[in-house]
Structure formats: structure tokens, C-alpha cells
């Protein structure tokens, strides 16, 4: 009777085990169990998508808004300005009127802007006041030099002075502040900044109109900086804007601004529900995994005292479940910050794209879990399980080649190239050289300024990118072929099995032919002699397909 017991409940607990590695079409057919999570998923990336799409043009316009107008101020209050930017700066001067000219061409555009502006900008107010420019001079507390003499005498302590102008005193401002703008720049000329202008404008983008979306209020803090920190005579002028979004207090729209917001506000309220629902899904589905793997620990070791091992137990881990609910959190979380966007309670645009569209890609990347059950799509998944492993290992042997490199071309080649400036800067220029993209400009642009450096740079390259391209790369691209041709092969002969695979594959007659060897005792030289079930558990062994009848 005992054995009768045993007998009904290892076949239930098969059971069990198959139906929980089913496919959801399986498992529709097999209990009529209608596939929650599939359609779940299905409609979370159609919504997803959608708010995707729709939050994305709306920061396309404010990203645009914020350029345009940093363009705009830097051709109303930069003289001489180009339209393009050199390097790192907008303007450079060289002579003390230029400095003079530009100080003073800053502040006078300022104090016009409402009549110079064709858009919708003026001054930033405080209590129906407006905001005063506030304009910095920061020098040496003593500075001498005299290069003819080689001599200099300098107090490394810096001291900085500050000016308010109020634009109600823009005729007299000049005239009331002129011992201010005396430079001695024999002792000026060793600070860092020369002059600091900063001054506040507000702005309203109406752009927002067209997307039925009520528009935004910004605050410009805008800084001109008057940069001499080389001391070489050349000073770099650069204008930067800090822009802020507000609610606007006082506002009147006529038309379906409002009543569109409201509903992008149910649509995102909507999205967190699904997102919710799919979340508790995948988190019940992992619960009833880990369940399932007790009783499956347990059941072994009462009748065949052997413990499952950890191949098998990570079957029961579902990484998919993980990356789902990671997308479920970020999705949640960035739908809030959308509607608190939306709402005009926070201006966080870049934190929320960020939120939204990783949860994105994590939604449609989860979307490869279904495709898996299909043997024919599911090449991609398997390829990488098995390559992946050998890939790691591999990049970090090659990485630290890659180290070697950019540090060397960084500290060697730096001050002659602007691609190998900075440590980031020459790790995507080797990572450009690497995929073959802009090889003749990166050598061209070396000049015979310093003999020994430009030959060391021929020297350097030619051996990077035949180290990587011939050698790293090749073997790189080897390991993935290696791992696709063993799949490739795998899908004719039948795929190693693990025990937990054979358990559920085994029936009350399972056994293995005669003659056919165990794949995973290769190592005892032994062959695979198992007759029943408990002779099957008892170590993680691997066996073929095609070696069961």
C-alpha cells in the first residue's frame, strides 16, 4: 500500500512539475487555464509603448526649447558670436578692450532684452521686483609679475567682489560703477575667472499648446563667464543656462489642453495598475516555484535520500519573472514621475525618460521568453546562455589590454590629440578604432610637431588595432560561432539533459539502451546504467535526447 502511495505521489508530483514547465498554449490545452500572464504582458508592452511615444515628444519639445533659447542668449549677449562653438567656449578675446567691450555688451543686451527678444522672455521678479545682474571680479589678493625679469610675487588667496545692477538704473550704470570696472590686469589676469555675469530671465513655452498639454513657465539662470584660468593671454568667453519649469501661476487656455491632460493622466494611472498586476503575477509564479522545489527536494530525499542539485535548482529560477518585475518597477515609477510631470509638480524630464524607457526595453526584451518555446526562435536565447559564460571570461583578459592602452594613449598622445584628451575620450576613440569607424582621420590628424611622439603614435596604433581587430576581436566572434555550432548541432542530436529534465521526460519503465554512454560520467568511465528513477538521482549528471527511447 505504502508503495502504491509512493507510486501516486511521485507521479503527481511529476505531474505538477511538467505543467509548471509548460508553455502557456500547453498548458491552456492541457487544464483550460486561461494564460493570464501572456495577455498581461501583451497588453502591458502595447501600453507601455504608447506612453513611451507620447512622453518622448513632449520631451523632444522641451529639450528643443531649452537649446534653442541657450542659442538665442548666447547670440543676444555674446558680441561677435559665430553661431557655432570652439571647443569648450563661445567666444575668445585677446586684447583689454575686447574684455571691456564684451562686459559691458553683456550688460547693456541685458537691460534691453524686452525690446531686443522676439520671444517671450523678460526679467525674473521677486515680490513684482526684478531680479538684479549680479556681476563677480575674482583676482589674487597679491599679484606682481614681470617676465622680463622672470620675477612674480603672488598671494594664492583669492578674493572676489560682487556688483548688483538693478535695471531701473540702466542709463546711469556705467557712469555710477566706473571704479569697478577698473582692471588692473597685471593682477587680474592671474585669477582663474576674470569676471562672473549671472542674471535671471523668465520664459513660457507655448510649443506645448500644439500637444494639447498645458505650457510650461521656465526660469533662465544664465552665467557669462569671463574664463583666464591658462593665463595665456587668450580669454575664453562662455554663456551656460540653468533652466527650471514651474507650474505658471496665473493662466488662462481655452480649447482641450486641460481635459487632454486629464486623460493622459487616467491612461498613466491605467499603466501602473497593469504594471502592478503583472508584477504580482511573476511574484506569485516565483513562490509556486519555490514551493514546487521544496517538494521536489523533499520527495528526493525521503525516497531516494539525494539532494537536488544546483543545476536543477536554478530551473526552478525564473530569470524572465526578475527582469519582468524589474520593468514593472521601473515602469511604476516612472508613470509617477509622468504624472507628477504632467501635473506640474516636478520637472524632472531626464530621470523619467530614464525610468520609462529602460522598462521599456526590458518589457520588449522579456517578450523573447515566449518566443523561447519555439524551437526555431529560440536559437538567440540558447546561443547566448551557452556563449555567454566564455564571453566574460574573455573580456576581462581583453580589458586589461584595453586598460593598458587608453592610460598609455591618454598620458603619451593626449596633449597632441584632441581624441585622446581625456580618459573617456580615448576609450571611444579605441572603441571606434576597434569596429573599423574613423581609422585614416585618427592618424592624419597626429602632426610632426613632436617627432618622437608622432612616431610613437604610429607605433601605437598599428599594433592596437592589429592586436584587436586581427587577434581579440577574431577570437571574440570565435567563441559566439563555437557556442552557435554547438546549439545548431545540439538541435539534431538532442539537447543534454539534466536529472530534473530526464525525471519528468521518465516514466514507470524509464531506462536507458544498452550501450549508450552516460555524457556526464565520461570522467568515472563508467556507463549509464539507470533502470528507475531512484538510481537517476543520485548526481548532476547530463544526458542526450537521443539516448532515450
Given at each position: 500500500m505504502s508503495m502504491t502511495v509512493d507510486r501516486t505521489a511521485e507521479e503527481t508530483l511529476r505531474d505538477d512539475l511538467r505543467y509548471y514547465f509548460m508553455s502557456p498554449c500547453e498548458k491552456y490545452k492541457s487544464r483550460r487555464q486561461i494564460p493570464w500572464k501572456l495577455m498581461v504582458q501583451i497588453l502591458k508592452i502595447v501600453m507601455i509603448t504608447t506612453q513611451l511615444v507620447l512622453f518622448g515628444l513632449n520631451n523632444q519639445l522641451v529639450v528643443s526649447y531649452k537649446e534653442e533659447n541657450l542659442m538665442a542668449f548666447k547670440n543676444l549677449f555674446l558680441k561677435g558670436y559665430s553661431g557655432t562653438d570652439d571647443d569648450d567656449y563661445s567666444v575668445?578675446?585677446?586684447?583689454?578692450?575686447?574684455?571691456?567691450?564684451?562686459i559691458y555688451y553683456v550688460i547693456d543686451q541685458y537691460f534691453q532684452i524686452s525690446q531686443l527678444s522676439v520671444g517671450p522672455i523678460s526679467y525674473a521678479e521677486d515680490n513684482g521686483e526684478p531680479l538684479p545682474l549680479v556681476i563677480c571680479k575674482e583676482y589674487y589678493r597679491r599679484g606682481s609679475v614681470e617676465p622680463s625679469d622672470e620675477y612674480y610675487d603672488i598671494d594664492a588667496h583669492t578674493e572676489t567682489v560682487c556688483l548688483t545692477l538693478d535695471p531701473k538704473f540702466a542709463t546711469t550704470w556705467k557712469t555710477d560703477n566706473a571704479s569697478f570696472f577698473e582692471l588692473d590686469f597685471y593682477r587680474y589676469e592671474l585669477s582663474k575667472t576674470l569676471f562672473l555675469i549671472s542674471f535671471s530671465l523668465k520664459g513660457i513655452n507655448l510649443q506645448t499648446v500644439r500637444s494639447y498639454e498645458l505650457p510650461d513657465c521656465y526660469t533662465?539662470?544664465?552665467?557669462?563667464?569671463?574664463?583666464?584660468?591658462?593665463?595665456?593671454?587668450?580669454?575664453?568667453?562662455?554663456?551656460a543656462i540653468d533652466a527650471v519649469s514651474s507650474a505658471c501661476k496665473n493662466w488662462k487656455i481655452s480649447g482641450t489642453a486641460q481635459k487632454n491632460t486629464h486623460y493622459l493622466l487616467v491612461f498613466d494611472g491605467?499603466?501602473?495598475?497593469?504594471?502592478?498586476?503583472?508584477?504580482?503575477l511573476c511574484i506569485r509564479s516565483i513562490f509556486l516555484a519555490i514551493r514546487l522545489l521544496k517538494r521536489f527536494s523533499k520527495f528526493c530525499l525521503k525516497n531516494y535520500n539525494h539532494k537536488v542539485?544546483?543545476?536543477?535548482?536554478?530551473?526552478?529560477?525564473?530569470?524572465?519573472?526578475?527582469?519582468?518585475?524589474?520593468?514593472?518597477?521601473?515602469?511604476?515609477?516612472?508613470?509617477?514621475?509622468?504624472?507628477e510631470i504632467q501635473a506640474k509638480s516636478l520637472t524632472t524630464y531626464d530621470v523619467c525618460s530614464i525610468f520609462l524607457g529602460t522598462s521599456t526595453?526590458?518589457?520588449?526584451?522579456?517578450?523573447?521568453?515566449?518566443l523561447g518555446y519555439f524551437q526555431k526562435y529560440n536559437?538567440?536565447?540558447?546561443?547566448?546562455?551557452?556563449?555567454?559564460?566564455?564571453?566574460?571570461?574573455f573580456c576581462c583578459c581583453a580589458g586589461m589590454i584595453y586598460l593598458g592602452y587608453t592610460f598609455c594613449g591618454w598620458i603619451v598622445l593626449g596633449p597632441y590629440h584632441e581624441k585622446f584628451e581625456g580618459l573617456s575620450r580615448v576609450a571611444e576613440c579605441?572603441?571606434?578604432?576597434?569596429?573599423?569607424?574613423?581609422?585614416?582621420?585618427?592618424?592624419?590628424?597626429?602632426?610632426?610637431?613632436?617627432?618622437?611622439?608622432?612616431?610613437?603614435?604610429?607605433?601605437?596604433?598599428?599594433?592596437?588595432?592589429?592586436?584587436?581587430?586581427?587577434?581579440?576581436?577574431?577570437l571574440f566572434i570565435a567563441l559566439i560561432t563555437d557556442a552557435y555550432d554547438s546549439i545548431k548541432r545540439y538541435q539534431k542530436t538532442g539537447f543534454p539533459m539534466t536529472e530534473l529534465q530526464l525525471f519528468l521526460?521518465?516514466?514507470?519503465?524509464?531506462?536507458?539502451?544498452?550501450?549508450?554512454?552516460?555524457?556526464?560520467?565520461?570522467?568515472?568511465?563508467?556507463?549509464?546504467?539507470?533502470?528507475?528513477p531512484s538510481n537517476m538521482l543520485c548526481c548532476c549528471r547530463r544526458y542526450t535526447i537521443s539516448s532515450i527511447r
Open positions: 575668445a578675446v585677446f586684447t583689454k578692450k575686447s574684455v571691456y567691450d564684451n533662465f539662470v544664465v552665467t557669462v563667464t569671463f574664463d583666464n584660468q591658462c593665463h595665456s593671454g587668450k580669454v575664453k568667453i562662455i554663456l491605467f499603466v501602473i495598475f497593469v504594471c502592478l498586476t503583472s508584477a504580482v542539485c544546483e543545476d536543477d535548482q536554478r530551473q526552478f529560477l525564473n530569470g524572465w519573472y526578475i527582469l519582468v518585475i524589474i520593468s514593472d518597477v521601473m515602469a511604476i515609477t516612472g508613470s509617477i514621475l509622468k504624472m526595453l526590458m518589457v520588449w526584451v522579456s517578450v523573447i521568453r515566449y536559437v538567440l536565447i540558447l546561443t547566448m546562455q551557452a556563449a555567454l559564460p566564455k564571453v566574460l571570461r579605441l572603441f571606434s578604432l576597434v569596429n573599423g569607424d574613423d581609422m585614416f582621420p585618427t592618424f592624419a590628424e597626429f602632426q610632426q610637431k613632436n617627432t618622437l611622439v608622432w612616431l610613437f603614435s604610429r607605433v601605437y596604433l598599428y599594433t592596437f588595432i592589429s592586436l584587436f581587430i586581427y587577434m581579440v576581436l577574431s521526460k521518465a516514466g514507470r519503465d524509464f531506462h536507458l539502451p544498452e550501450g549508450e554512454e552516460d555524457v556526464g560520467s565520461v570522467e568515472n568511465g563508467g556507463r549509464a546504467d539507470i533502470d528507475s
